[in-house]
């Protein structure tokens, strides 16, 4: 529990993400939400935002005091003037448009073409606007210093994982996809070493295997790229660069076509990379 309150929204949400792991499971839920929907936090009651983060009200002022609140209120005092000062998140915005357009239940596959088409778009603006270029630039770096490149993904971050040790595998980098066949998930991971790199990705609900490579690969000081979906998620938090990457998601199908950009883009970037150096040689 926090002594004193944050006083700023970045500093609440620091303090949230800092704390996550030693929050109740419960509290951790609710930390999570906020996360995810500032601008629900902000504008709504006490009884609907229960309602939306699947708790109680009494859980909601439970967390609020956790972080130095004396009650639910004041913490929300702080996501208020957030809501003020910043447009929506990406879901509330992708929730917006989709109502506008009365898109709710398709009536046809050109509705629901439309619908993905737009939730797409919403969700690739707020990638171009939220991701630093700085942090692809430093993930590139990490990855052109590896001598070998492993990559781990399971479930739904599978075939972006797979798209990766493809492209790089066409352009001759030693890249090994860590799937875990044969029960080997652990053996494939021990491979790796200080001279190498890990890309791990991986969305909620979060991939137990994926934790367990990354959790390997701080072991063993392998600097790694994490792509997830939340400043909580437990990749994120000792990795060498992380993107927050927010999916459409449409009738509970949720896309991948921004983390694919994203792939695409560090997949290309360490490219014509190597290129540029290839040439300063020569030169």
């Not at 052109?144 to 990766?164: D, F, M, N, T, W």
Request: with cysteine; net charge negative.
């Amino acid at each position: 529990m926090l002594e004193s309150a944050p006083q700023e929204y970045e500093e609440l949400i620091e303090a949230i993400s800092n704390n996550h792991a030693n929050l109740s499971k419960r509290l951790k839920q609710i930390a999570s939400f906020a996360l995810e929907h500032p601008t629900t936090m902000g504008i709504e009651t006490i009884a609907n935002i229960a309602q939306s983060a699947e708790v109680q009200p009494s859980a909601l002022i439970r967390f609020a005091k956790n972080f130095g609140f004396s009650g639910f209120s004041d913490m929300q005092r702080i996501f208020q003037r957030y809501v003020t000062e910043q447009s929506e998140s990406y879901k509330e915005r992708v929730a917006r448009e989709l109502a506008e357009n009365n898109q709710d239940e398709p009536d046809s596959l050109q509705a629901l073409f439309q619908q993905f088409c737009d939730a797409n778009v919403v969700s690739l603006e707020h990638l171009k606007k939220g991701i630093d270029v700085k942090d692809i630039e430093k993930a590139v770096r990490i990855l052109q210093k590896a001598e070998q490149i492993y990559i781990v993904g399971q479930r739904r971050s599978l075939p972006i994982a797979s798209y990766l040790t493809y492209t790089l595998s066409r352009a001759d980098c030693r890249v090994h996809l860590i799937d875990g066949s044969g029960g080997l998930l652990r053996e494939q991971a021990r491979a790796m070493s200080k001279k190498d790199a890990l890309i791990a990705i991986t969305f909620h609900p979060y991939s137990a295997d994926t934790s367990q490579v990354v959790d390997i690969a701080v072991e063993k000081s392998i600097p790694y790229v994490a792509i997830s979906d939340s400043s909580v998620s437990p990749i994120v938090d000792q990795a060498s660069v992380s993107f927050n990457v927010h999916e459409a998601e449409v009738h509970n199908f949720r896309s991948l076509s921004a983390t694919m950009l994203l792939a695409q883009t560090l997949a290309t970037g360490l490219v014509f990379d190597d290129k540029k150096q290839n040439k300063k040689r020569r030169s």
